[in-house]
Every structure is written in structure tokens, then in C-alpha cells.
């Protein structure tokens, strides 16, 4: 089992910028290729960055890209999301998934792990 708990969310102004944070417990992190997700209310999940569990490779959905940098601190168990010139419609809950294994990890069925997510508001 694989434990995620998110933090870093809040309310900015557009413009802008946050750093979301998940610690994992409960397996070797460096083990888990790991993602950010976010929601917002009657839509569905939709992938926002994702990383390898070394790092060494990332996804970013286009609405994101040049805006948003995921990384990850293994020796901390804890993996980032950057976010900069946020947009209102960057606002939602956002949620840390895991998924045991070395690649990058996009479809959201592939990950086992969840956490409980974190509200991100922008206001205009």
C-alpha cells in the first residue's frame, strides 16, 4: 500500500503561483513513476503532469506546458507540482497518484494510487 498526502493548495490571484507537495509512505518512492491530476466539478479527471520515478522524463497536457513543472525528491519522498502564471481556469482539486513501476505513467486507470487531493482556487 501506498499512502499520498497532498498539500500546498490555496487561493491565489491570477497571475500568480503555487507549489503543490505529496509525501508518499508505505513503499520505496523511488519505485513509483508518479502523477498530478486535477478535477473540477461534473468533469472528469483529467492528467495535468506525470514523471518517471527517476525523474529523468515528464508529461505535461498542453493546457499546462511553459506554466506548470513537476519534479520529485526521492530522499524526501515527495513529489512537486510548480505551478506559475495560474489561470481561473487552472482552479480545481488537484490529486498525487502513484503507480509502481520505471515509466511515464498518462492514463489515469494505470495508476493504483490516490490521494485525497487539495483545493487550487484562481481568482480573476
Known amino acids: 500500500q501506498v499512502q499520498l498526502v497532498e498539500s500546498g493548495g490555496g487561493l491565489v490571484q491570477a497571475g500568480g503561483s503555487l507549489r503543490l507537495s505529496c509525501a508518499a509512505s508505505?513503499?520505496?518512492?523511488?519505485?513509483?513513476?508518479m502523477g498530478w491530476f486535477r478535477q473540477t466539478p461534473g468533469k472528469e479527471r483529467d492528467i495535468v503532469a506525470a514523471?518517471?520515478?527517476?525523474?529523468?522524463?515528464?508529461y505535461y497536457a498542453d493546457s499546462v506546458k511553459g506554466r506548470f513543472t513537476i519534479s520529485r525528491d526521492n530522499a524526501k519522498n515527495t513529489v512537486y507540482l510548480q505551478m506559475n502564471s495560474l489561470k481561473p481556469e487552472d482552479t480545481a482539486v488537484y490529486y498525487c497518484a502513484a503507480d509502481p513501476g520505471p515509466s511515464l505513467v498518462v492514463e489515469i486507470r494505470e495508476y493504483d494510487y490516490w490521494g485525497q487531493g487539495t483545493q487550487v482556487t484562481v481568482s480573476s
Open positions: 514523471i518517471t520515478w527517476s525523474g529523468g522524463d515528464t
Open positions: 508505505g513503499r520505496t518512492f523511488s519505485s513509483l513513476a
